[in-house]
């Protein structure tokens, strides 16, 4: 019996995650179902404070999550605040040296199914993002390190940057 939950602990993992412990890439199927957030962008309110500062929207991979606080319900529902820290990328002006930038969203309604592993560094690999039936959204923040987490969320909006 206990073989038999070891096996199957063991093919699930072997399933999700690459023998370095790493996501393991979308199989075709799963990438018709799920895109991410740096290809959606454009439906993040606000998403052009970053646009303008950065000159393009950065890829979110190998970003941090500095912070993530948990308001109760606002008359927009339970809100999620995350603080990704994007390192440098340049800026539209060329300045490759600018150290990076705190990026800090809000998730309006948020329903969090999981929060795991966050520490002292939260290196993120990607965030995907999945339209729902019903205008809700359906992230997950894949780890290369430290935090992860799936949540649903109606509105998502990009509140501030600042450099780092």
Sequence with gaps: MIGQVLRVAADFRRETKTPWGLPRPLKPAEKNMSTTIDTEYKSIKNHEILLNKLGRWPSFHDSEIKSIHLERATSKG?????????????????????????????????????IQDFNEQNAVFQIRMKQLANTTNEIEIVSSYGCEMKFTCSNISLNSTSPN
């Design 78 to 114: 339970p809100l999620l605040k995350i603080v990704f820290f994007i390192p440098s990328i340049g800026t539209k002006e060329n300045d490759p040296g600018s150290g990076g930038v705190d990026v800090n969203m809000v998730f309006e309604e948020a329903k969090v199914e999981y």
